[in-house]
Every structure is written in C-alpha cells, then in structure tokens.
C-alpha cells in the first residue's frame, strides 16, 4: 500500500513540477546614441528598435543625434 502513494506522490510531483510556468519578461530600456550621416546604418538601427519597441520587447527611451558634436569623429 505504502509503495502504491509513495508512486503517485512522486507522478504528482513530476507533474507539477513540469507545469509550464508563465514568463514574465519586462521591456528592457533603451537609449540609442547615434551619428546618423551618409550612412544608412543607422537609419536601419532605427527602425530595428521601433519594431522591438511596437512588439513591447524594447521600451524606447530616447534618440541622441552626434553628429554636430566638436568630440565626434569627422567623416
């Protein structure tokens, strides 16, 4: 008898713990710190994030623009 529930407890155990559990993923925050220029790989950086961000995988917390700025690189 004893080896009877001891075999269901561990089955409801198994069960249990096998559940699928629900996963809680949070938008990770993004800033986007650019050149944009001549190049357009930037551009499709851009777009890349605002598609994560419609999908709710990114939270999309600003774009800085670099280029003007005397310590960025010249072209």
Do not use: H
């Not at 220029?37 to 551009?43: A, E, K, P, Q, S």
């Not at 950086?45 to 003007?68: P, R, V, W």
């Amino acid at each position: 008898m004893f080896k009877y529930i001891a075999i269901i407890l561990i089955t409801v155990s198994l069960f249990c713990s096998c559940a699928q559990q629900k996963e809680t993923t949070s938008a990770i925050p993004v800033i986007l710190d650019t050149d944009v220029g001549n190049d357009i790989d930037d551009v499709l950086a851009m777009q890349m994030l605002l598609n994560y961000e419609k999908k709710g995988k990114i939270d999309l917390l600003g774009i800085t623009i670099s280029k003007c700025n005397p310590y960025s690189l010249e072209y």
